[in-house]
């Protein structure tokens, strides 16, 4: 069974500091997501990585997928209110002969930013 | 782009009655769609997948029975709760994949909470 461990599972944290979220297996995954999503609504595409060691950048937000591509990273700089939801990361896993795929999905993460 | 939608938002119903949500991809076509159910503050947990014109295939421990996915063409996708009961109360999403593009993405529906009385 494919697990894909995420951590922290819960964080607050002041406004202007650093966070890293993690998720981890040991697994290899042909591409990995990262959503957030809000209370009451749906999950929210933010990035997908697909190529070993590769870094994505989107503003303040650093998303980089391992050399082995088993685990991935979110960094978020200077985190501002409005950074607050549940971030969550999924992985690419096939199955029946590579005919068929789902997503493995972390625990989540649930990040508070306070002004 | 990429805009998948729900119906209903919400809904509300009594014991032993069965609701019908709908998960539409807007602007592409879908070879797949997901279904999930979540919890609050947790993460998604997949029910089931389905593909334009075959049965769905359920995670282990989905009723089929219960939970009825009909994908009748390439931007449609229904999740029949029949027979709900208290505990099917929760808070239901569906997924798309398109057909073209980075096939490993899946885009999200805003969800639909369903609370049975």
């Known amino acids: 069974t494919q697990l894909l461990e995420q951590s922290p599972q819960f964080l607050s944290i002041q406004e202007g500091e650093n966070l890293t979220v993690y998720c981890n297996s040991s697994?290899?995954?042909?591409?990995l997501q990262w959503y957030r999503q809000e209370p009451g609504e749906g999950p929210v595409l933010l990035v997908t990585?697909?190529?070993g060691g590769e870094v994505k950048k989107l503003k303040r937000l650093t998303f980089q997928f391992g050399d082995a591509r088993k685990d991935s990273s979110l960094h978020i700089t200077a985190a501002q209110p409005g950074d607050t939801g549940l971030y969550l990361c999924a992985g690419t896993a096939y199955y029946n002969a590579g005919n068929n795929r789902k997503l493995i999905w972390g625990l989540g993460t649930s990040l508070a930013v306070n002004p | 782009g990429a805009v998948v939608s729900q119906h209903p938002s919400w809904v509300i119903c009594k014991s032993g009655t069965s609701v019908k949500i709908e998960c539409r991809s807007l602007d592409f076509q879908a070879t797949t769609m997901f279904w999930y159910r979540q919890f609050p503050k947790q993460s998604l947990m997949l029910m089931a997948t389905s593909n334009e014109g075959s049965k769905a295939t359920y995670e282990q421990g989905v009723e089929k029975d219960k939970f009825l996915i009909n994908h009748a063409s390439l931007t449609l996708s229904t999740l029949t709760v029949t027979s709900a009961h208290p505990e099917d109360s929760s808070f239901y999403i569906c997924?798309?994949?398109?057909?073209?593009?980075?096939?490993?993405?899946?885009?999200f529906g805003p969800g639909t909470r369903l609370t049975v009385l």
């Open positions: 997924s798309a994949s398109p057909l073209s593009g980075v096939t490993d993405t899946q885009y």
């Open positions: 990585v697909v190529t």
């Open positions: 697994s290899v995954f042909s591409s």
